[in-house]
Nanobody, 123 residues
Framework: QVQLVESGGGLVQAGGSLRLSCAAA????????KGWFRQAPGKEREFVAA????????HSADSVKGRFTISRDNPKNTVTLQMNSLKPEDTAVYYC????????????????WGQGTQVTVSS
């Protein structure tokens, strides 16, 4: 049963913006930290950004700092990744993940995953 559903991916030109959303089913992930990861063809899945349950703690990969912003709306059970100044190297499938504890940048430590949404940035 899919419990995390990503949306908002698509094709955008370099320099453009996209807003990804991750919707969770009900209160399944109450108290959980959330993270965004991405995986480009032929590459390992890599950490993008994470946010604690309260939203008070956030960290992101150096490659996206200053361009991507993670946020969450707990009453709506959603987590958002605002992506600005997109580059061709941002092209990947983006995944939302959930974990009971905050802080990990390792995909192996996240227990729950969405199915992913494709982001393609053209040059």
């Amino acid at each position: 049963q899919v419990q995390l559903v990503e949306s908002g991916g698509g094709l955008v030109q370099a320099g453009g913006s996209l807003r990804l959303s991750c919707a969770a089913a009900g209160d399944t992930f109450r108290g959980y930290a959330k993270g965004w990861f991405r995986q480009a063809p032929g590459k390992e899945r890599e950490f993008v950004a994470a946010i604690s349950w309260s939203g008070g703690r956030i960290h992101s990969a150096d490659s996206v700092k200053g361009r991507f912003t993670i946020s969450r709306d707990n009453p709506k059970n959603t987590v958002t990744l605002q992506m600005n100044s997109l580059k061709p190297e941002d092209t990947a499938v983006y995944y939302c993940a959930a974990d009971p504890k905050y802080g990990s940048t390792l995909s192996s430590e996240y227990h729950y995953w969405g199915q992913g949404t494709q982001v393609t940035v053209s040059s």
